[in-house]
């Protein structure tokens, strides 16, 4: 769909993280117990709703600048075995560099990024992913 532009390894990060941690939200009935139970008239819902988008938003922002330009990088690799490679340790990595640093105490969470982030990475670069392994 996109091609390999540091501008698009941005935007999917970025999508890839909004779409991840509205799941979380859900998860665990995060939002509820955050926003929801908190909240006793609908303008305490809107204010407990955005402040929790924004600090999601705060933690997104570390997650997107570490993770957009290992992702660009490894979209440019041309050769099909190296991309894989990359790819698979470019995901561990992330991973581990989720779970370890942002939810210690749910080691599953990280698994639903993973999950997320390969469905995103088809979804976002399949033209340049199906490249790789077509012989020119």
Same mark, same amino acid.
């Given at each position: ?49 955005? =402040?929790?988008? $924004? ?5 997104? +922002?570390?997650? !997107? #600048?570490?993770?957009? &330009?290992?992702?660009?990088? *490894? ?30 105490? =749910?080691?599953? $969470? ?5 999950? +997320?982030?390969? !469905? #995103?990475?088809?979804? &976002?670069?399949?033209?340049? *992913? ?7």
């Amino acid at each position: 769909m996109f091609k390999a532009t540091l501008i698009n390894s941005f935007l999917y990060v970025t999508i890839k993280y909004i779409i991840f941690f509205i799941v979380l939200a859900f998860i665990g009935n995060r939002f509820k117990h955050i926003v929801l139970d908190n909240a006793k008239t609908s303008s305490e819902v809107f204010s407990l709703t955005l =402040n929790y988008i $924004l600090h999601v938003s705060i933690y997104m +922002i570390p997650l !997107i #600048l570490i993770f957009s &330009f290992p992702i660009y990088f *490894i979209m440019k690799i041309k050769k099909s075995i190296f991309f894989l490679l990359s790819i698979v340790l470019f995901f561990i990595g992330e991973y581990y560099f989720y779970t370890y640093l942002y939810a210690p105490s =749910n080691k599953t $969470l990280g698994i639903y990024n993973i999950i +997320i982030s390969i !469905i #995103l990475l088809l979804v &976002f670069f399949y033209k340049v *992913i199906r490249s790789k392994f077509i012989e020119p």
